[in-house]
């Protein structure tokens, strides 16, 4: 009798440690949104409230033309994942580059920071001003 106790002791204890082994994983796969979208797709996105728009180029291409109410923070710079952590992770962000090369980066390393809901940009500003999309000088 003992040893059956002792048993299903350790097959509950099996059983517990597997699941939520399975919850974990589950939760890690849910925990960061994050999409590549096409141009008229990423300009629908950004309607949303409480959307954050970051470009990662440098300042000098910032300066020739970005999409609207877009905040740069250059991939390049040394505190680059500083900078990106002060925004808020709870809110969705929306980012891009020149020709989406960065982006995918800065994509990736935003996920690592903790970020949610994340929209990347295929094919950067020329994708964006190939299709004719407002740009602010």
Known sequence: MKRITFISKIFFLLLTFSLSNCND???QKQATQS???VAD???????????????VRTPEEYKTGHIGNSKNINFYDADFKAQMAKLDKSKPLAVYCAAGGRSAKAAAILSDLGFKTIYDLQGGMGAWRSK????TL
């Open 41 to 55: 797709d990423f300009e629908a996105k950004l309607s949303m409230p409480n959307i954050q728009i970051v470009d």
């Open 35 to 37: 999409a590549v979208l």
């Open 132 to 135: 004719g999309k407002k740009v």
């Open 25 to 27: 994983s589950t939760a």
